[in-house]
Every structure is written in structure tokens, then in C-alpha cells.
């Protein structure tokens, strides 16, 4: 099967120097069928603090590790896309999400960004409502997957409400299910297209806030001072990124991402004249 993440010309070059019996190319430099439709991204443990500052609110729920990024991988097989997203702690459900329409996971939500056309300019600049994060001009998104514990009627009738701009090209996903410390949501793939060598992507950690604030799409907030059901380390205002964990530097799960992490949350500046003033944060995607 021919891959969709090599060009062309890779194929037809390799399939040249096989016919000539000439050893240009050795066999291993050959994509396998079985990871041809994989993408993986790894991220260190321990950058669960965003810039570097923000603690988990102090309530029992948010065991540690629980918003500590370490794997994604994105599959795409047939008509579905399946995100596969692995945390450092057991994913547990201590709200019961069955009680409200849930999908067995209570305290996290993560969103994933994906730029399609790699076009500087093309494509959404905001993040997510909530979010506080802008996309650098490279980086501009055109869809975003989500993996939530709320069904898609909450998911649904809070995007209408707070993400109009932007609501054709949030996805809900077909289903969500949890598998000890990993997340995985299945999608449309008619609603996203079909994953393609130079697509960027980003992941960003949040918290499922069930009683959101009129302006975060279910995110949960990061203040200065932690609360039992609030980050702390960060602003009051909304100028500070609201993101617990990201992808970043070459997302292979080197120490280094740390502080390419925490350089690219801490470019923020606050107006404390203003709660909606400053300068959010501008965060790019990693590319494969
Ligand atoms: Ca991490
Ligand atoms: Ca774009
Ligand atoms: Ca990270």
C-alpha cells in the first residue's frame, strides 16, 4: 500500500532501484504498512505547570500527573481518525460521568489543533474560548478535535453558545473511551480529511469545568492563588494561557521540550487596568 505521508517520487524512486536490483535503498528506509497511517508525538513528564508556575487545584480529584501529557498518537484507518492521548496518571472518574451523559472520565479535556494547509495567515489565530492562547501566523488552525467527558449535546449546545466563529471546524468526536492512563476518541474522518505529511499539530491539556464561565468553552481556569477547583500560579485575568500541558520543540519527549514549553506559555503580558487587556500568548504546531 502506498503511503500518504511520503510524495510520489519516493515511491517511484524506490520502486526503480528495487527493479535495477541496485541497493540505493536499503529495505529498512521503506515506510511499513503498519505505521504508514500512524502519527506519533511524545511529550516529557513533568512540564504539568504550563509556563512553569501553575499547580493543580486542591481538591482530591486532580491527582498528580493527571494533566501530564506523554503520548499522542493519531490513526487513521478507513472512514474514522482515532486520537489515542496518555497521561501520567490513571484517568479515573470521580464525578460519574454516566450521571451526566459522560464518557467515563471526569477532570480532563484536551483539545487538538491541526493545521491542514500550512499556509502563514490561513486558518483560525484564536485558540479554543478559554484557552488564552493565540496561534502564531505559520500556525493557524484549521480544525480542532475534541476529547471531553461531556456527550456531544453539552459539547454541542456549548459551542453554539460561546465558539460561533469557529463551530464548523470543532469536532466532537463519534465516541470516547478510556484505557487505563490513555484517552482515545474516534472521529469522522469526513470531518477533518485525511492526515497528510506537513500537517501540524498541537495538543493542549485543560481541565473539564462543568460550570464554565460565560466565555471558556468547558475549560477550567488558572488564577493567581489555587483554589479547590481552580489552578493556581498564573493571573486573574484573562491574559495568562490557560493550558496545563502542550506539545513543543521537536515533541519527542526530550527533556529540552520543558523549557521550550515554558518559553513559548510565559510571552504573555497582563493590563491590570483590564481584564480582557495584554497580550496572550502565541503557541505554533509540531509538524511530522
Ligand atoms: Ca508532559
Ligand atoms: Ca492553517
Ligand atoms: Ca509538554
Redesign the pocket.
Known amino acids: 500500500m502506498v503511503s500518504r505521508f511520503f510524495p510520489r517520487s519516493f515511491h517511484r524512486l524506490a520502486s526503480r532501484a528495487t527493479l535495477a536490483g541496485a541497493a540505493l535503498l536499503s529495505p529498512l528506509a521503506l515506510p511499513s504498512d503498519a505505521s504508514a497511517e500512524t502519527i506519533t508525538f511524545k ?2 513528564k513533568g ?1 504539568d505547570n504550563g509556563p512553569g508556575t501553575y499547580v493543580y487545584p486542591s481538591n482530591a480529584a486532580y491527582k498528580p500527573g493527571s494533566f501530564d ?1 506523554t503520548d499522542v498518537t493519531i490513526e487513521s484507518a478507513g472512514s474514522e481518525i482515532t486520537v489515542s492521548a496518555t497521561l501520567a496518571a490513571p484517568i479515573e472518574d470521580p464525578w460519574g460521568s454516566k450521571g451526566w451523559e459522560g464518557n467515563g472520565f471526569s477532570v480532563q479535556m484536551l483539545f487538538v489543533f491541526i493545521d491542514t494547509d500550512g499556509k502563514a495567515g490561513s486558518g483560525h489565530k484564536g485558540g479554543a474560548p478559554g484557552l488564552n492562547v493565540k496561534f502564531a501566523e505559520d500556525s493557524r488552525w484549521e480544525k480542532c478535535l475534541l476529547i471531553s467527558p461531556q456527550g456531544s449535546r453539552r459539547l454541542q449546545t456549548e459551542i453554539d453558545s460561546k465558539a460561533k466563529s469557529m463551530a464548523k471546524d470543532l469536532v466532537i468526536p463519534k465516541r470516547v473511551r478510556v484505557q487505563g492512563r490513555k484517552l482515545v476518541a474516534t472521529y469522522d474522518a469526513a470531518a477533518i480529511g485525511a492526515p497528510a505529511k506537513g500537517w501540524g499539530f498541537q495538543v493542549l491539556v485543560q481541565s473539564n469545568e462543568g460550570f464554565p464561565g460565560k466565555s471558556d468553552l468547558l475549560t477550567r481556569p488558572i488564577n493567581e492563588i489555587k483554589g479547590e477547583h481552580r489552578f493556581g500560579g498564573g493571573h486573574d485575568f484573562n491574559c495568562d494561557p490557560h493550558v496545563i ?4 520543540g521537536g515533541a519527542v519527549g526530550d527533556g529540552s ?2 523549557e521550550a ?1 515554558h518559553k513559548a506559555l510565559k510571552a504573555y503580558s497582563c493590563n491590570d487596568d483590564d481584564e480582557n487587556g495584554g497580550k496572550q500568548a502565541e503557541i505554533g504546531m509540531v509538524r511530522r
Do not use: I, N, Y
Open positions: 511529550d516529557p512540564d501529557l500541558d502542550m506539545l513543543a521540550e520543558k514549553q
